[in-house]
Structure formats: C-alpha cells, structure tokens
Nanobody, 115 residues
Framework: QVQLVESGGGLVQAGGSLRLSCAASIGIFNFNVMGWYRQAPGKQRELVATIDKGRTTNYADSVKGRFTVSKDNAKNTVWMEMNSLKPEDTAVYYC?????????WGQGTQVTVSS
C-alpha cells in the first residue's frame, strides 16, 4: 500500500505562485509515473503534469510554460511549481502514483486563485 500526502495548497492572487508537494510513504525511484491531477467544481478530474521513472515530463496544454513538475527519489517526494496562476487554475489538486502494485491517489489539496 502506498500513501501519498499532498501539501502546499492555498489562496493566492492571480499572477502569483504556489509550490505543491507530494510525499510518498515508500521509495518512489521505481514508480512508473508520478503526477498531478486536478478537479474543479462540476468538472471531471484532469491531468495536469506527470514525471516518469526516467524523469520525462508531460504537461497539459493549459499549464505548459507555467507549471514545472520535479521529483527527488531520495526524499520520496514530487513537487509542482505553479507560476503565473490564473483563476481557472482553481481546483483540488491530487497527487497520483502509478506503480507495479497499482494506482494510488492522495487526499488532495485545495488551490484557489482569486482575480
């Protein structure tokens, strides 16, 4: 069983920045993919950014150039730096891990961007 704990969400003005963290309960070096998804009220959960075992990253078009995903295997942690935030980035952000044992989710952290 893998536990993921997100932190770093909050309220920020448009144009501001936040850094989300996702700490895993076990080593992440062999996880296939880790990433971030978000779900806004009344909308489906959508992919935001992923980073795979080889550190290849993938971003949703809506966040390219503004968000950066990274990881530190030694710290069992994945981060997402979010810059130039927009009101439409408001959502609950979830950490995800795709492993040999299954697919795991964190509890989510709220990000609210005011205009």
């Amino acid at each position: 069983q893998v536990q993921l704990v997100e932190s770093g969400g909050g309220l920020v003005q448009a144009g501001g920045s936040l850094r989300l963290s996702c700490a895993a309960s076990i080593g992440i070096f062999n996880f296939n993919v880790m990433g971030w998804y978000r779900q806004a009220p009344g909308k489906q959960r959508e992919l935001v950014a992923t980073i795979d075992k080889g550190r290849t990253t993938n971003y949703a078009d809506s966040v390219k150039g503004r968000f950066t995903v990274s990881k530190d295997n030694a710290k069992n942690t994945v981060w997402m730096e979010m810059n130039s935030l927009k009101p439409e980035d408001t959502a609950v952000y979830y950490c995800n891990a795709q492993t040999w044992a299954g697919n795991y989710w964190g509890q989510g952290t709220q990000v609210t961007v005011s205009s």
